[in-house]
């Protein structure tokens, strides 16, 4: 399985990136928590894409912000500078085994 950074989710939804989707639905992606909030809590999400988006949840696997996953992100923070969100879904895929598709690649390095 893979685990999905809320920026993959985005552009999934964009017309020209139909490759990301047919991946997406190959590979049963999931989600951590952070994306959940990241991508749904946009403030300028307009009624279509949130009602998109709450689709696209619905059916993925949100895997939540364990204990696990916090102690995690707290080490990677300690040896590295992430900010908060780059550090709780990198901890998610590391926590979960998971292979994390980002196009954020520098921030997670």
Do not use: W
């Amino acid at each position: 399985m893979i685990l999905l950074d809320s920026n993959i989710i985005i552009y999934a939804a964009k017309r020209e990136h139909a490759d990301l989707r047919k991946m997406i639905a190959e590979r049963a992606p999931a989600v951590s928590a952070v994306s959940y909030v990241e991508v749904l809590g946009y403030h300028r999400l307009n009624e279509e894409a949130r009602a998109y988006f709450a689709a696209f949840f619905a059916a993925a696997s949100v895997l939540p912000l364990s204990q696990a996953v916090l102690d995690q992100a707290v080490k990677l923070r300690q040896i590295r500078k992430m900010t908060l969100g780059d550090a709780l879904v990198a901890a998610t895929a590391l926590v979960h085994d998971l292979e994390l598709a980002t196009h954020n690649t520098a921030d997670f390095g």
